[in-house]
């Protein structure tokens, strides 16, 4: 077993840009503005009960539990007092309780509405990208977009923005009521925060490229578990289940490098911010506990002082906790962003299709790559009710031809016509609604049988459903299943042969009405027997309509009105059957071969 399993490398993202990053979410924000900011309000109100606590506490112990005008005549105004203040933290902490469980509440609604939202939105705009993004980008990948990178960005909507909010009006709070208590301590205690912005400032750079680089080892894993599981077959028929693990290992290696470094640097981070929080209380207690021996200070602001020491660097860590969020919910947000920013497939022109009458192509040239033709200069016509096969050897560009028809890719030279108009003026649901493709291998989507072969909203009666499965065939498929065409099948039609999957392929192909029908090698992988079915089921397909068959086997050709030999991209030949057995060309040999006797 050749090449490699290791998923796909993710492309590195450029400098950051976290403002315009943030500005693309906010019509994700204005429309819960008013549950944000409803929960905001709130927040601001749990700060307000958090600073109120040490500061009435300072008034009891100042004004009724160690009064500098003591006595006993003031001994009951004194109980009465500590009891009021005492009765008022009890209200204070019921009422935080409250306001806390709704905050909570109405955050995490609006969080999940914001996530349905983007997450419906990016898989809406993925389902629209164009052919060219998906051969660029995995499966794995891209579910790592919808479901983890989603994931993170709730977590930055209902835990980053309201509680960050709590958190700087806290300590801004704090610093207030410590300057207009004793300004000379609040300045002793204050003196350390330079180092405090220093170090967070640092660990904010630090930590942002680690989260980065997890984001790509994340979405890398599950590249290379989606590849691996598709490809199991091949996999265990090689025997190449310990190379693949070792492939893994490596890769899992990489994420755990990742994830320590950042690690390292959050469990740096929170014992110095834990450091300083010590430093501040050890200010305190040297520096306030002299003055208040000395009584220059009161016992009651002391007391006050060392809860809002303690109070302050709580809210530092909570916001390097929510940083450490922020910075995995930023990288993520690159990595949705970078989706949005991929260009939509081209809708086609405004004109709808009616009907086909007429294909032609005019000097056509197509290339994946820049520099590497696909198909060069090919020209045909077709008309309506006649069929036309197409030929060549692998590689020739068969396949290709067909998806400009479709318009799955642009071609790159040359025009297209469609009643002798051009094809991109048409509507690109106009076009495809006329067109059926039954692929060599078609895909069947988890469901029933009926579900996978009636279009959307279909109202198809059950007996015009049951003269389609007659005309396809399909009958001697579903009359085998448990519950007929009502069987469920699970992704991609797994339980199902080849030949079976096609028969319900031509059934859907039936269903929509076609003015088109293409045949892209479809008979190639099935046996004898089935190839009959097949074949039977696609010339009832294509009575009274224009075909198109991408022939593997040359017999596909022979009663086609016009046979095009495409040859390294190229037409070598064109014309019906007894016209190129007659020029004795490349046909001929292929059709020699094809019968040796």
Known sequence: MGGTMRGDPEEELGPRQDLRLLKRFVPYFTRNRWMIVFSMVLMLLLSLFDIAVPYITKMAVDLYIVPRDGGLALESLHIRGAMMAGVVLAIIAVARFVTSFVQIMVMELAGQKIMHDLRVRIYEHIQRLPMVFFTKNTVGRLSTRVTNDIQNMQEMFTTIITFVMKDIFTLVGIVIILFYMDVRLALAVLGILPFVVWTTVFFSASSREVFRSLRVKIAEINSMFSESCGGIRVIQLFSGQERIKQEFKALNHENFLAGMGQIKLFGLFMPVVDLFGSLALAIVIFYGGGRVVSDQLSLGTLVAFISYSKMFFRPVRDIAEKHNILQNALASGERIVEIFDEQEADPGGSTGLSRIDTIEF?????????????????????????????????????TSLINLIVKFYPRTGGDILINNRGIDSFSIPSLRSRIALVTQDPYLFSGTIRENILPQNSTMTDSEFDRIVELSHAESVIDKLPQGADTRVSQGGTSLSSGERQLISIARAFAH?????????????????????????????????TSITIAHRLRSAVTADWIIVLKQGRVAEAGDHGTLMKNRGFYHRLHVLDNPE
């Open 362 to 398: 005019k000097a056509v040239s197509f290339a994946y790559q820049p520099g590497t033709p696909v198909l060069d200069r090919v020209s045909f016509s077709v008309k309506v009710g006649q069929s036309l096969a197409i030929l060549g050897p692998t590689g020739s560009g068969k």
């Open 513 to 545: 009405r076609p003015e088109l029908i293409i045949f892209d090698e479809a008979t190639s992988y099935v046996d004898t027997e089935s190839e009959e079915r097949i074949r039977s089921a696609m010339s009832r397909l294509k009575e009274n309509r």
